[in-house]
């Protein structure tokens, strides 16, 4: 019997490399996706420098024929997938009124339709095959909506759905479906000024708090590996427990939220003064995100 399969998308950098890397390293056959097999130069030497064999699959979730190719490419050499891990995925920042639809777009393109392109190109082997595990890559903005980020949440809170839907229906055919909320780690989205819409003018506050956010995670960040960790546990793990949360901030803004009232949610972001929307931030997270003094 052959080691189990793992296809890993998006796996060229941060948390897709990590975890490709890691179950590698635990004896998987891994099958890592990538838009451009000719970048993934430090992806082979990582795995190199580890003494594992990562095979390369050029593929785009965005596009349809390029994941049928891609999965097709490995289904033809293995026979099955054992594990897929939805880890592709974009990240712009903007808040909702200047965020172009054709941003909206093409997030979800990639954030959701990427997974479900993917999902329905395994499922029929997995589902004959009477097993098999789907694992998404999700976010704790998918549960939290801090603002600036308005296209980034709404593509993870479509992901937290989809998910919950799609573990329900293939249940009765023992597919396992999962999803991670990481925090922030070294490969979370850092804002850059030049990637904050803000034709107005009207929202400098909300582009600075969320900047303080990920730079006060960004202070001692979390590794990636550590998120390649909770997949293969997730994997590993046969119970119905759907949500793992990791990551630094991940407990804290997710346990928070669902805390508080949505008077104080919306209230958060009422305040003009920075000092006091970020002691208030501390209150309700139990996270300090305010600058160094």
């Known amino acids: 019997m052959g080691s189990d399969v793992a296809v890993v998308t998006g796996a060229n950098s941060g948390i897709g490399r990590a975890t490709a890397l890691h179950l590698a390293a635990e004896g998987f056959s891994v099958y890592a996706t990538v838009r451009s097999v000719s970048k993934a130069d430090k992806l082979l030497a990582m795995a190199a420098d580890l003494g594992v064999t990562v095979h390369l699959v050029e593929l785009d979730v965005a596009d349809d024929e390029s994941v049928r190719a891609g999965f097709a490419e490995v289904l033809a050499q293995t026979g099955h997938v054992d594990l897929l891990v939805n880890n592709a ?22 954030n959701l339709y ?12 997995m589902r004959d095959r009477r097993s098999g595990c ?7 903005t998918g549960k939290v909506a801090l603002a600036a980020q308005s296209a980034y949440a709404a593509s993870k809170f479509a992901l937290e759905g989809w998910t919950d839907g799609l573990a329900q229906e293939v249940a009765p055919f023992g597919v396992r479906v999962k ?21 107005s003018g009207a929202y400098d506050a909300h582009y600075r708090r969320m900047v ?18 909770v997949v293969h546990e997730a994997y590993l793990d046969r119970s119905a427990t759907l949500r793992y949360v990791c990551s630094w901030g991940g407990t804290e803004t997710v346990d928070g939220r669902a805390r508080m009232t949505d008077a ?30």
């Open 179 to 199: 999803i991670l909320e990481p925090g922030i780690t070294k490969s979370a989205i850092q804002a850059k000024n030049s990637d904050m819409p803000n034709e």
């Open 89 to 110: 995925g974009v990240g712009p920042i903007g808040v909702a009124e200047h965020t172009p639809v054709s941003v909206y777009a093409d997030t979800m393109n990639v």
């Open 134 to 140: 789907i694992i998404n890559i999700g976010s704790i």
């Open 264 to 293: 104080q949610w919306v209230g958060l972001g009422v305040t003009d003064d920075d000092a006091e929307y970020f002691a208030t931030f501390g209150e309700l997270f139990g996270l300090d995100i305010a600058p160094p003094a």
């Open 114 to 125: 990427g997974a479900v392109r993917c999902v329905q190109a395994v499922l029929p082997s």
């Open 212 to 229: 303080r956010f990920y730079a006060a995670g960004l202070v001692h960040p979390t590794d990636a590996s550590v998120v390649g960790r």
